[in-house]
């Protein structure tokens, strides 16, 4: 489980004029304060020692304070909008169905996974909100889901050395074609490197990532706000008392090289993720052996 917040502003255009209103009377920043709280459940078997095939549900909760500014800052309180407003979003996201084959033996330091999986569409979707924006209707920018079952795969490695642990992962997804909607979803690449020192139940983690994430489309179109290329410095701590669960708090702070059409600035990020891990049955012993 995670929770992250988020705070980003945009100025508005005549794209994003309210209807009815005189242009002397529009906003000139949407302020949009987020609250991510992200729940997953994971199940995985393992069906052989190097190979296991599992499913992660995701939940999904956002809590969203819109704020509506003049062009000189002020707020204009109780201003109401077709495009943001204070709500709380909570629905389950596009269930995913992954498998993991370990490239190296047991005995080997270094950990190396491959991993290929699908999205399935199960989370909720919503009509062209920039559609129905032009058209002065109010609109939802916020949806859990895709619409559409999407390809996944990635690759992993772990490393010690002395008394550090090196951990490098690339992954990609996104969408073949068009939901209902006439939406895709945007194709997205991530890598990630990082090292981490232990102590005791404690650890302390940096790291490096990347993020590519290439337009999603409305009815063919690139989307506006999406397509972005970012640096993603981070550092983090973990406690850790025991296997079964375990506490951390990550900052990041992404750096965009790119972005493409109007986009929101994303500020330093701050999450805290809770998880826990329980075996569901161990293997059987055979009799005799001993194991």
């Given at each position: 489980m995670t929770a992250t917040k988020l705070?980003?502003?945009?100025?508005?255009?005549p794209e994003d004029y309210e209807p009815g209103l005189a242009i002397e009377d529009q906003p000139g920043f949407h302020e949009l304060s987020l609250q991510l709280h992200d729940l997953r459940l994971t199940t995985a078997l393992a069906v052989r020692e190097n190979?296991?095939?599992?499913?992660?549900?995701?939940f999904g909760l956002i809590v969203s304070d819109a704020a509506f500014l003049t062009?000189?800052?002020?707020?204009?309180?109780?201003f109401g909008s077709i495009h943001h407003r204070d709500e709380t979003l909570f629905g389950v996201g596009d269930i995913r169905a992954l498998?993991?084959?370990?490239?190296?033996?047991a005995t080997s330091d270094l950990i190396f996974d491959v991993r290929v999986g699908l999205s399935l569409p199960t989370g909720n979707i919503e009509p062209n909100p920039f559609a129905l924006g032009r058209a002065g209707q109010a609109h939802q920018h916020l949806f859990f889901?895709?619409?559409?079952v999407n390809p996944m795969g990635g690759l992993s490695a772990v490393l010690p050395v002395g008394s550090l642990l090196l951990d490098a992962d690339v992954s990609a997804?996104?969408?073949v074609y068009r939901n209902k909607y006439d939406y895709r979803a945007p194709t997205v690449i991530n890598g990630r490197f990082g090292v981490s020192l232990s102590a005791g139940q404690w650890s302390g983690d940096v790291s490096l990532g990347y993020l590519k994430e290439f337009p999603a489309e409305w009815a063919g179109e690139a989307a506006e706000n999406s397509g972005r290329t970012d640096i993603v410095p981070g550092i983090g701590v973990r406690w850790q008392p025991d296997e079964t669960w375990g506490l951390t708090l990550f900052g990041k702070r992404p750096i965009t090289v790119e972005a493409?059409?109007?986009?929101?600035?994303?500020?330093?990020?701050?999450?805290?993720?809770?998880?826990?891990?329980?075996?569901?049955w161990e293997a059987p012993v055979k009799e005799g052996t001993g194991h």
């Open positions: 705070t980003a502003n945009h100025a508005v255009g190979l296991e095939i599992g499913l992660v549900v995701p062009p000189d800052g002020a707020e204009m309180v109780g498998a993991r084959y370990r490239m190296t033996p889901g895709t619409g559409t997804s996104g969408a493409l059409g109007g986009q929101m600035e994303v500020p330093f990020l701050v999450t805290l993720a809770v998880s826990y891990r329980r075996q569901a």
